[in-house]
């Protein structure tokens, strides 16, 4: 886990004021799905803007960022140019929202934040095993449809008919 950079030291990045944060999230997960959602809903006090990782708008906004990463641990960004990776892009999401200051600031301890570290971890391995057969992750440019009220369905982009098979 990295944690927070600065992109440039003459900046005076970790002085600046965080007035809002953009938060990296894989669009094709639906775990990171349900957190987007779940996010959108909260009192925020600092703004936050929800942008798929590794997309256009994303390399776009962030040319200096390894997008390959950001789809693999979430990643925070805020708008003085700080980025926070893993567990540190949880509790400054947290932190940023009205309801769940308090806890930000217990998991920003020592003891916090390895209790942080650890609610990450077991995301991650919840998000492995869930992701895909054989460890893979469902892409919708491979064929796979996310209904919530259904689950995955598969359709292979030579399909016509419907009746395709899974892979």
């Given at each position: 886990m990295s944690g927070v950079t600065t992109p440039r030291e003459g900046r005076g990045a970790p002085r600046v004021p965080v007035r809002r944060l953009t938060v990296l999230y894989d669009a094709e997960c639906s775990l990171c799905a349900f957190v987007r959602d779940w996010l959108v809903r909260q009192r925020q006090l600092v703004p936050l803007e929800l942008v798929p990782a590794a997309s256009e708008a994303a390399r776009a906004r962030f040319p200096g960022l390894d997008h390959g990463s950001t789809l693999e641990e979430i990643t925070v960004v805020g708008d003085g140019g700080q980025v926070y990776r893993g567990a540190h892009a949880w509790i400054v999401t947290l932190w940023a929202l009205r309801e769940h200051r308090a806890l930000a600031?217990?998991?920003?301890?020592?003891?916090g934040a390895r209790l942080a570290k650890g609610a990450v971890l077991a995301a991650a391995k919840w998000r492995g095993a869930v992701s895909g057969w054989g460890g893979g992750v469902y892409r919708r440019g491979d064929g796979w449809t996310y209904d919530p009220r259904e689950g995955w369905s598969y359709a292979s982009p030579g399909c016509v008919s419907g009746t395709c098979t899974a892979p």
């Open positions: 600031h217990r998991l920003s301890t020592p003891a």
